[in-house]
């Protein structure tokens, strides 16, 4: 899988130091700066400790199977232009070295809801999506009973540990960034079509 990241800060060097200080215990395979420097920390073919506690689908150890991409950013901005443009160059060399599927790049609060936030509301899936770099379903004709709710989520890859609405709360920060207030019938029909069209095997723990 790939996994994204915001670096919860502002300085690129500063976060660099970060994720190169031992003590720290995390690290990533790439960074990204605000102006599209692209800085390789770890190769891809080693662990690298960017994920976490966590699960998608069928995979509880993220970090033996994933890249883990960090982007320069507080949370609270859009990202720059220049690192969209250098993730657009990446992903495809990656996702084709792997052998992955668009619909396993993931943010890191799909894998992590509640405990993680990143990439957050403000990264912009639907571009990744439209290149063939991510996935962005289109919503069911109709809306299921909300008590659909946790097996759709599972289905769709959402099998960590979490409340009801922690998890709604990740999948609206990746699919539904505007919405707000309780589980409601755009969020079903949205996790339906999603569900529908890219389940996640949760008996394979693939790449």
């Avoid at 150890?61 to 609270?76: L, P």
């Avoid at 207030?181 to 029909?189: R, V």
Wanted: glycine share 6%.
């Amino acid at each position: 899988m790939v996994v994204l990241h915001y670096t919860a800060m502002t300085d690129t060097a500063a976060a660099c130091d970060w994720l190169c200080t031992p003590e720290a215990e995390v690290s990533a395979h790439y960074l990204i700066s605000p102006s599209g420097a692209l800085i390789q920390l770890v190769t891809e073919d080693q662990r690298a400790w960017h994920a976490g506690a966590g699960r998608w689908g069928a995979v509880t150890d993220v970090n033996s199977r994933s890249i883990g991409i960090e982007i320069t950013n507080s949370g609270a901005t859009p990202f720059s232009e220049p690192q969209m443009a250098c993730l657009e160059a990446l992903l495809p060399r990656i996702m084709a070295r792997w052998q992955i599927a668009p619909a396993r790049v993931i943010g890191h609060s799909d894998m992590a809801p509640g405990r993680k936030q990143d990439p957050g509301r403000r990264f912009d899936w639907r571009r990744l999506a439209r290149r063939g770099l991510a996935i962005w379903p289109e919503p069911a004709p109709e809306a299921p009973a909300s008590a659909a709710f946790r097996a759709l989520a599972a289905k769709a890859g959402y099998t960590a540990e979490a409340r009801d609405e922690v998890l709604l709360e990740a999948l609206r920060a990746r699919f539904r960034p505007w919405a707000t207030g309780p589980l409601a019938a755009g969020d079903m029909a949205l996790l339906a079509g999603l569900a529908e069209r890219f389940p996640v095997d949760r008996t394979a723990a693939s790449a």
